[in-house]
């Protein structure tokens, strides 16, 4: 079946370290997404990727990065530098454009982030 | 700014009573606009969406939304819900179709017996 994987599905890191979250997708999308989500915020975006090799910062990129070295892949690393990095993280694809789902969002099931 | 409100945290309503979420924008033209579920601990499933047309939308599990462009409105219902509509439910928009989606806070919805 296509879709999206996350993966750890739940993930506790020590203050100072960079952790780094995986979503792959089999949909043949070329767009990605990172959302974070907080309760009573709704979700709010990270980094997004239209295409392979090139990357945008969302609306809070601060203390985060991204890749896009193959069209399935869209890797998140939370690094050091994010002041508050516990939410839960949610990766998604589309296919832009035309088409039945055009600008539909598919997600992956999500990350737990635990800073302890 | 631009924003997407959901004016409702938090719904409480009896199994088989009707439901109605509540969805508002402030952007000076149409957005494409879409209902997402999420269930604890999960990712989002798309409910519906408008992009132009019929402003009645029909979507999965019985859900309907319509869009009101002179309230700025999107508002999402159905007529008898099922304890298995209990969620937390985003409205979103979207200014040029690439999903980079404004999402609202969210309305949690909890269904009684």
């Known amino acids: 079946d296509g879709g999206i994987t996350q993966s750890p599905k739940y993930l506790f890191r020590k203050e100072g370290q960079n952790v780094t979250l995986s979503c792959e997708q089999n949909?043949?999308?070329?767009?990605m997404y990172w959302y974070r989500q907080d309760p009573g915020q709704g979700l709010r975006l990270i980094y997004y990727?239209?295409?392979?090799?090139?990357?945008q910062k969302g609306d809070i990129a601060e203390g985060y990065s991204v890749s896009r070295e193959k069209k399935e892949s869209f890797p998140l690393t939370v690094t050091s530098a994010q002041k508050n990095p516990t939410a839960f993280y949610l990766c998604?694809?589309?296919?832009?454009?035309?088409?039945?789902?055009?600008?539909?969002?598919?997600f992956g099931e999500g990350s737990r982030l635990t800073v302890l | 700014a631009q924003s997407v409100t959901q004016p409702d945290i938090h719904i409480t309503v009896s199994e088989g009573a009707s439901l109605e979420l509540r969805c508002n924008y402030s952007?000076?033209?149409?957005?494409?606009l879409f209902w997402y579920v999420q269930s604890p601990g999960q990712g989002l499933q798309l409910l519906l969406k408008?992009?132009?047309?019929?402003?009645l939308v029909q979507g999965i599990k019985g859900f309907e939304a319509e869009f009101k462009r002179s309230q700025s409105s999107f508002n999402l219902r159905k007529p008898s819900v099922h304890w298995s509509d209990a969620a937390e439910y985003f409205c979103?928009?979207?200014?040029?179709?690439?999903?980079?989606?404004?999402f609202g806070a969210g309305t949690q919805v909890v269904v009684t017996p």
């Open positions: 998604a694809s589309s296919t832009p454009g035309t088409g039945l789902h055009t600008g539909e969002l598919f």
């Open positions: 949909l043949n999308h070329d767009a």
């Open positions: 990727s239209q295409i392979v090799n090139d990357f």
């Open positions: 952007y000076g033209a149409t957005p494409y």
């Open positions: 408008y992009f132009s047309g019929d402003t």
């Open positions: 979103a928009v979207d200014l040029d179709s690439w999903g980079k989606l404004q």
